[in-house]
């Protein structure tokens, strides 16, 4: 069993940046994939970004692409996403998740993913 925690969400100016991280416990994540995803109010889960459990490959969202950065520190079990030039179109609970199973492209799909946080709140002010 695996259980992940994010934190770092708040409250930010549009502009501005956020750190979040999702510390991993249990299990060592360093062959998992793990993914970042975000729900905003009304609106269904969507992909951020992940980091694939074989040869670190990263990939992300279109939209998120040269704003956010994912990375991995396997010594702390621990995975971050840097978010700059946050929108107000970034706010949302953001969710941290675990793959059992690693690839060399780590799925978009949430529902291939088998451990999740509680989320963290991110919210941008215009």
């Known amino acids: 069993q695996v259980r992940v925690v994010e934190s770092g969400g708040g409250l930010v100016q549009a502009g501005g940046s956020l750190r979040l991280s999702c510390a991993a416990s249990g299990r060592t994540i360093r062959n998992f994939d793990m993914g970042w995803f975000r729900q905003a109010p009304g609106k269904e889960r969507e992909f951020v970004a992940a980091i694939s459990g074989i040869g670190d490959n990263l990939l992300y969202a279109d939209s998120m692409k040269g704003r956010f950065t994912m990375s991995s520190d396997n010594a702390k079990n621990t995975v971050y996403l840097q978010m700059n030039s946050l929108h107000s179109e970034d706010t949302a609970v953001y969710y941290c998740?675990?793959?059992?199973?690693?690839?060399?492209?780590?799925?978009?799909?949430?529902?291939?993913?088998?451990?999740w946080g509680q989320g963290t709140q991110v919210t941008v002010s215009s």
């Open positions: 998740a675990a793959r059992r199973y690693s690839s060399i492209r780590p799925p978009t799909e949430g529902y291939k993913y088998d451990y």
